[in-house]
Each structure stands twice: as C-alpha cells, then as structure tokens.
C-alpha cells in the first residue's frame, strides 16, 4: 500500500503510537551540517558550501538547533517513516507523548529533562534555514525553520497556571522534512546512537553511516571531514578529538583508523569478509549512483545488502559482471 498524505497537513494530525520504531534519520542533515556541537547557546550564523549545494543557518535569540535537539526529529522522523511502510496516512503535524519521545531517545524522564525539551523545541522552531539541499528529487532554494510550529499541553492542578505534567506534544514538521519522509530519503541508525553523548561523536556517527553505509570502509581527509562535521574546533584541536575517538573506537557499527596523508579510515567492525562462494561480489560507485537514478530516495547501501543476501541464498555464483547483475536486479525491483 502506498503512503497518503492527509490534505496540507493541516487540520488533521498524526499520532505517533508506533511502539519501538526503528530510528530513521534524513539523509541531508545527515550529508550536511544543520546542528550546532556547541554545549553552550551557539548564536553565530553558520555557512558552508560543498561541490553546489549552499546552506546558511541562521539562530534565535535562543541559539542555534544541536545536534542533541535532533533527536526530536528523529523520533518523528522514525515514527512517520513506519508508518508510511504500513500503509497508513501520515501528516506533517504529529502528536505525542514527551514521556514516550525520552524514553524512545535514551533520555531520563524527570522534571529537568522536560524543561529541556521544551528548550529544545524553542531552539528547532527558531533556527531558520536557507539552502538548494535537494529532497524528493527536487532541488528548490528556500528557507524553512526546522519544524514549523510546536504546542505543549499540561495538566495542571485546578486554578494554578504553569507547571504540571506534560499530557501531549504536537509538532509540525517543515514541508522540506516531510518531503524527505514521503520520498523515503532516510537511512536507519544504529539504537546506540542515542547513547552517544558527546556531539562530535555523533556528528560523526551521521557522516561515517551515510558515506561508508554497507560498504566495507569510507576513507576521508581529515580537512573534508572537518567541513563536513561543522565543528567550530581549531583543525588540531579537532584532529586530537578524532585520535581520541580512534583509542575510544565509541561509534556503533564502525571503526576508526588514521591513516598516513592526514586520512581516517572508517570500517564496519562486522563486516562479512567470507561466504560460501568466496568473496562477495565488489560494486562499482558508479553503480551504487545509477542505482540511485533508478530508485530515487532509496538507501541504496540497504539495497545493496538485500541484493548480497539474495546472491548469498542462490549459492553465491561467480559473477563476471557484478554490477550489470546488481543494476538488473534494482531495475526489476523498481518495476514492481
């Protein structure tokens, strides 16, 4: 069944009742930097430019949006995206309960950490974005807050105003974000991700997870990766943060290694280096691109993993022509 969109959004609502939904996160906040790593209110106003693609991000008097506020829109993200697999109407203002969202983001649930996720909320509605990011096959310029509006509702005991517990969130989702949504530009995060509390970790969980994705290893110069992070760090105090990173080796799912050249490498730490038939089949970049073309806002990284596991099934055959044989497949998986 495909996914259906209630009409604008507006005046009907999602509720997020999806127990233990796999954590889904989108792939240009992910590609880009968007977040702050600051700890601290962070009020400058960021710009980066890679290869054509321009983004500024621009604060409240609150502070920039981080990469720990993130995780409001993750669970969102998660909620919406298992949903549109099912088959059920989705909208981009989702209703919630705080208590499920901490608990769905490893956070504690008391008094303080609802007073942060209302802060939370206020620093994500006021960073404005203005960027040519492509989502859904579309590359449109434009600016756009990273949710549009928020609504917290408590239940407070009777004649007192403020305080109380929280009864139910909702949020409505930037029309850019439910774009990525419906056009499934999302790749799944490791469950641990959430237990990564240093920012640049997981900044760099984000770029390791969307370049290196299912292939055996993603090598990257420390000045690209530096860029890419969007840490305000001087280059050699964020180059000792990576060597600490590679002697605490902290992200899920992969390994980091320096290399000579000012280089790190990052490695699946349970990569399958033997099957049956030997060696499984190496895929060209160019392949894994066209395979894109061919089903846009797919992972292409998760296809790929299918497709090992279905030649891995039919007794893992030699193949003269790898790539030939993984595009044929995606062709006919993108026909049905």
Known sequence: MSAQLTAD???????????????KNDLASMEHPLFSLATRPDRRILNYQHNSTEITVTPSVKGLATIHDKDILIFCISQLMAAVNAGRRVSRTLHLTAHDLL???NRETSGDAYRRLREAFERLAGTRITTNISTGGEEVTTGFGLIESWQIVRKAPAGKKGGGRMSHVSVTLSEWLMRAVLSKSVLTLSRDYFR??????????????????????WTV???????????????????????????????????????????????????????????PPSLS????????????????????????????RSGAPRLRQPDAAFLGWVKKRASR
């Not at 770029?207 to 299912?214: I, N, V």
């Not at 890419?228 to 180059?239: C, E, L, T």
């Not at 395979?291 to 030649?311: H, I, N, T």
């Open 9 to 23: 959004g507006q005046g009907d609502f999602f509720l997020c009742d999806i127990f233990d939904a796999i954590p």
């Open 103 to 105: 608990t769905a983001t």
């Open 196 to 217: 990564l509390r240093k920012p640049l970790e997981r900044r760099i969980y984000e770029l390791s997870r969307k370049h290196c994705g299912r292939q055996a290893s």
């Open 221 to 279: 110069s420390v000045d690209t990766l530096l860029k890419k992070s969007g840490s305000a760090s001087p280059r050699r105090v964020f180059r000792k943060m990576l060597r600490d990173m590679i002697a605490a080796q902290p992200l899920p799912d992969y390994a980091m290694e320096e290399l000579e050249g000012d280089r790190i490498r990052f490695s699946q730490k349970n990569a399958v280096v033997d099957t049956p038939g030997g060696m």
């Open 285 to 312: 970049a160019e392949a894994l691109e066209q395979a894109r073309r061919l089903m846009p806002g797919a992972d292409v990284y998760a296809l790929e993993a299918d497709w090992r596991a279905m030649w891995a």
